[in-house]
């Protein structure tokens, strides 16, 4: 039986298992990782994100969603990477790091005991696709945005499940946010595919979020997000539909770390 540490963090509310694996001995098991997140018989996470060496840049994140199965990029998992690779010691307040979507950037902004503000550097977005009044959009992650005036009172389970196993997406999954526009700010909640249940927070949906709204209405900038979790900033430089110098910000925060036995 192998003992192995963690470390469990969280974005916004958005929230995570994470390990070190510099020494590439973590077992890749869908069956681990699915109770390892757990809400009742496990650790309970959104998700599990592994910490590796990467031999051009600072290290590698390697990012599953609480089914078991390899992610696509996760906004507050990166940021919440980067805190957790502050207190490794293997970063200082600068960070240049691999994800399944290719090398990001990071800065640390701020630390407060156990609380970092991270801003997130994303990869580009070179389209806004429509669906009906909808529009779709791939921030490292794929994401279907509707724009609604009741989003408090939404069912978010019920109408994003329905939209993730539609026939159009059933195969691979998407994210579905809801999103409802303020004079300062937007709200935003997401039904997260991997999760299959609304999370509080998703950096790339709020991302994508931003970007759905600044096509619609042609603005750029500094965006305010609300999400049940807490605060994000987004910004970004729009040239039609081409956004470039995409960052993300807002605080990740380490909870509590343990052990468990494999």
């Known amino acids: 039986m192998n003992a192995y540490n963690f470390f469990k963090y969280h974005g916004t509310g958005n929230d995570f298992v994470l390990i070190d ?77 691999h994800a399944v979507d290719g090398l990001h950037q990071a800065q640390i902004l701020k630390k407060d005991k156990n609380i970092y503000l991270v801003k997130l550097k994303m990869l580009d977005v070179k389209s806004v696709r429509k669906n009906n009044d909808a529009l779709i959009i791939n921030t490292g992650s794929p994401h279907y945005i509707n724009f609604t005036s009741n989003l408090n009172d939404l069912d978010v389970n019920k109408e994003g499940r329905k939209i993730r196993n539609n026939e159009q997406f059933i195969a691979k999954g998407i994210n579905v946010d809801f999103v409802e526009i303020h004079k300062d700010h937007l709200s935003v909640r997401t039904y997260e ?35 049940r979790g ?22 990740a925060e380490f909870v509590f770390k343990g052990k468990f036995e494999i």
């Not at 609304?198 to 997000?225: H, P, Q």
């Not at 807490?230 to 605080?251: H, N």
Request: glycine share 12%.
């Open 193 to 227: 595919r991997g999760v299959e249940n609304e999370t509080l927070s998703c950096g790339t949906g709020v991302i994508a979020s931003a970007i759905a709204y600044a096509s619609r209405e042609d603005k750029e900038g500094l965006f305010n997000i609300q999400s």
């Open 230 to 251: 807490g605060m994000l900033k987004v910004m970004f430089i729009k040239r039609d539909d081409t956004f470039t110098d995409i960052w993300l910000e807002g605080p």
């Open 21 to 97: 694996n510099r020494r590439s001995d973590f077992p890749i098991d869908k069956n681990i990782i699915q109770q390892l997140c757990d809400r009742r018989f496990g650790i309970g996470a959104d998700g599990m994100i592994l910490i590796s060496y990467k031999d051009d840049c600072d290290f590698e994140m390697n990012y599953y969603n609480s089914d078991g199965n390899i992610g696509s990029m996760c906004g507050n998992g990166g940021r919440c990477a980067v805190a957790f690779a502050n207190k490794l010691q293997i970063i200082g307040d600068h960070a240049k790091f």
